[in-house]
């Protein structure tokens, strides 16, 4: 079975300080590993995804993570956090089609002037 | 595309009742997704449906939840009878080639 762990319940840093969000997965199978941002009130909004290819994928918003089977990881991470960034980030794996997400339990951002 | 969509946004129903929530995916997803969401539980799949047809329901706690997907551009969740602890934000997404967009969720509160 498949499942996700975020270590951090809450994390705070200063504003323009970098980030980093951890997230171990157990999966049989190459993953399909995903990170969601959730604002107050708000659905979840698709950073970025690994499928296969590069280690370090991209996303939006400025955030990248690294995918590192060695470690069973994909952290998230950005160089520098704005106060927009404030929200509850979730890692999440796939199936082999990408389907049937499997969510860990959410790490909260709190962002300080 | 408006994204997924879903009705109502927040619902509030006594104890007992029967309860539906509808969702409007993106057009063109095959997959439909819905979630449930809970302090003490995060994020838990419910059921999911591929071509309009029930893959995966495992994750329907009990008996009084139902999910139906009639066409490709509608599905409900129905709560009957509906109970306190059903109280969560229930989530709709809907996905193409593994890449899901959520609904805003519906807040339901049982009380």
């Known amino acids: 079975a498949q499942s996700v762990t975020q270590p951090d319940i809450h994390i705070t840093v200063s504003e323009g300080a970098s980030l980093e969000l951890r997230c171990n997965y157990s999966y049989g199978a190459t993953p399909y590993l995903f990170w969601y941002v959730q604002s107050p009130g708000q659905g979840l909004q698709l950073l970025l995804k690994?499928?296969?290819?590069?280690?370090l994928v991209q996303g939006i918003k400025g955030f990248e993570a690294e995918f590192k089977r060695s470690q069973s990881s994909f952290n998230l991470r950005k160089p520098s956090v704005h106060w927009s960034d404030a929200a509850e980030y979730f890692c999440a794996v796939g199936n082999n089609a990408g389907n049937m997400l499997t969510f860990g339990g959410g790490t909260r951002l709190m962002v300080k002037p | 595309d408006a994204g997924v969509i879903q009705s109502p946004r927040h619902e509030v129903t006594e104890m007992g009742q029967e309860v539906t929530l509808r969702c409007k995916p993106i057009s063109g997803h095959d997959y439909l997704f819905w979630y449930r969401q809970t302090m003490m539980r995060g994020l838990e799949l419910l059921i999911y449906f591929n071509n309009n047809v029930p893959i995966d329901d495992s994750g329907m706690p009990e008996d009084r939840f139902s999910a139906k997907m009639p066409n490709a551009s509608f599905s409900t969740l129905k709560i009957q009878p509906s109970e306190p602890r059903d109280s969560a934000v229930y989530f709709c997404?809907?996905?193409?080639?593994?890449?899901?967009?959520f609904g805003q969720g519906t807040r339901l509160t049982v009380v």
């Open positions: 997404a809907s996905s193409l080639r593994g890449r899901a967009f």
């Open positions: 690994y499928f296969s290819g590069d280690t």
